[in-house]
């Protein structure tokens, strides 16, 4: 199987005695393993000047996963861009996608893996459709890799995709805010299983290493800001129902204390985002759990 069409792309485990979600973030690598049970196993890796070679050793090494791998890459390692869909047959469409976005990320075309998924229907007069672009070289020293561990990769996705899969699939539209430690926040907005929007927040990476009072000095008010502007573009460019809640799944020491000043700027309620049903404790590994979820999420979209 071509790397490409590992991008985003889901396989229904077989036959494997667990199912792994390995988050690939710019400090450490998050190891979440499930059994047949669902019991979880989720551990963190450091890496050693971003070696990921080196620290897929040691996690064989230490913790021995076996089973399908489902790998999460960060932003620092995707790029996503959304343009009009080609009017090309759907078998043509992948290919002439790298010469279209060639000149919007900084992969140059034979080196990119690419991907796409349509965004969902509204009343826009031109289809659109996102696309994801990572570096075929890196993934295919990182496939390499891992095989050797004994790890099978059955898909590639992105943490837009690995948290959404952690939200109930209801038909109310509700804004996930969430973070894996270190990395850019992301602003997502999730609706009958699927994700209808994303936004990547810049600038918000150190976010935990942040007091109660230096997140009061500006950050609460320009990610208030953020997320008004997103739900103006949702409700009124794209032609949806208000947004029912804002859900936030931030694992740092003043999660509690952001909610409730976000809350305090918004006209919907804000929660802190409930883990699934057992998984309670694992907030900080978020994105590597919902990478083992992800297959719930992709039977919904093609559904």
Avoid at 258 to 272: K, M, T
């Amino acid at each position: 199987m071509s790397l490409a069409s590992r991008i985003q792309q889901v396989f229904k485990p077989r036959g494997s005695s667990s199912i792994v979600g390995l988050s690939l973030q710019q400090r450490s690598i998050h190891l979440c393993s499930l059994d047949h049970s669902l019991n979880a196993r989720c551990k963190l890796i450091e890496l050693t000047d971003g070696d990921f070679n080196s620290a897929f050793t040691r996690v064989h090494q230490k913790y021995k996963p076996s089973g399908q791998c489902h790998l999460v890459l960060s932003s620092k390692h995707n790029q996503v861009v959304q343009i009009d869909k080609p009017a090309l047959p759907e078998e043509e469409i992948n290919s002439a996608l790298k010469w279209q976005i060639k000149d919007l990320v900084s992969i140059p075309p034979e080196n990119m893996v690419i991907d796409y998924f349509d965004a969902p229907k509204t009343s826009s007069d031109s289809d659109k459709i996102h696309v994801i672009c990572a570096a075929k070289d890196m993934l295919a020293t990182w496939l390499t890799s891992l095989n050797t561990q004994q790890l099978s990769v059955a898909s590639i996705t992105i943490e837009e995709f690995a948290f959404a899969a952690l939200m109930p699939n209801i038909d109310d539209a509700k804004i996930l805010l969430c973070q894996q430690p270190n990395e850019d926040m992301l602003l997502l907005i999730v609706k009958q299983g699927r994700l209808y929007f994303q936004r990547r927040l810049r600038g918000m990476a150190q976010i935990g290493e942040k007091t109660e009072q230096e997140l009061s000095f500006g950050t609460i008010d320009s990610l208030s800001l953020e997320i008004q502007r997103s739900m103006d573009y949702f409700e009124r460019q794209m032609k949806q129902a208000p947004i029912k809640s804002i859900e936030v799944l931030v694992p740092i020491e003043n999660e509690a204390y952001l909610a409730r000043c976000l809350a305090e700027n918004a006209n919907v309620a804000v929660n802190l985002f409930t883990m699934p049903e057992g998984f309670e404790p694992y907030r900080t590994y978020a994105a590597s759990l919902g990478a083992t979820r992800i297959q719930a999420m992709s039977e919904v979209v093609d559904g």
